[in-house]
T-cell receptor
């Protein structure tokens, strides 16, 4: 069985500060890993994904994530937060095409 | 290219009434999903279709929930009768099938259900 744990349901940063959203997963086989963003009253939109190859993955809007197998982590970072980054972020794991398991999400607040 | 389209966006009903949600996936996406998203939680899979076949409906409460995907394109999710605990957002997603499927999902904007 696969599972995802997102540490911190709420994260608050100042505009221009580093964003770090934590995700740990559990999987018995090499997983595919995803970060999605959800703006208010909208569906989820893919930020980035790790399938195979390079462990540092770059996504849209300046976000990136690093797959660390030894730590079973896939933390999401952005060097400098922008007001428009305020949203809910979901980490997801998939070990079989069609079966994605989502974390409970982290709400990011960006203070001016 | 059009994304995943869902309707209605919002629905308010009284308990014990029926409700239906409709989803049109991205053209060419053979796999279609219905997810349930409760407040403050991540999406949870209700049912997955490969073309018109429901290949994973283990989490669908079959006593009151039903779904169909006639002709392998559009899909409808129905609840009858609705209960207070069904208040949530119902998300539809689609993805490519076969070897091109890395698990990436394309979501619609969701249908928010409020049961009074």
């Amino acid at each position: 069985a696969q599972s995802v744990t997102q540490l911190g349901s709420h994260v608050s940063v100042s505009e221009g500060a580093l964003v770090l959203l934590r995700c740990n997963y559990s999987s018995s086989v090499p997983p595919y890993l995803f970060w999605y963003v959800q703006y208010p009253n909208q569906g989820l939109q893919l930020l980035l994904k790790y399938t195979t190859g390079a462990t540092l993955v770059k996504g849209i809007n300046g976000f990136e994530a690093e797959f660390k197998k030894s730590e079973t982590s896939f933390h999401l970072t952005k060097p400098s937060a922008h007001m428009s980054d305020a949203a809910e972020y979901f980490c997801a794991v998939s070990v079989t095409a069609g079966k994605s398991t989502f974390g409970d999400g982290t709400t990011l607040t960006v203070k001016p | 290219e059009a994304g995943v389209v869902q309707s209605p966006r919002y629905k308010i009903i009284e308990k014990k009434q029926p409700v239906a949600f409709w989803c049109n996936p991205i053209s060419g996406h053979n796999t279609l999903y219905w997810y349930l998203q409760n407040l403050g939680q991540g999406p949870e899979l209700l049912i997955r279709y490969e073309n018109e076949e429901a290949v994973d409906d283990s989490q669908l409460p079959k006593d009151r929930f039903s779904a169909e995907r006639l002709k392998g394109v559009d899909s409808t999710l129905k609840i009858q009768p609705a209960e207070l605990g069904d208040s949530a957002v119902y998300l539809c997603a689609s993805s490519q099938a076969g070897t091109t499927n890395t698990g990436e999902l394309f979501f619609g904007e969701g249908s928010r259900l409020t049961v009074l």
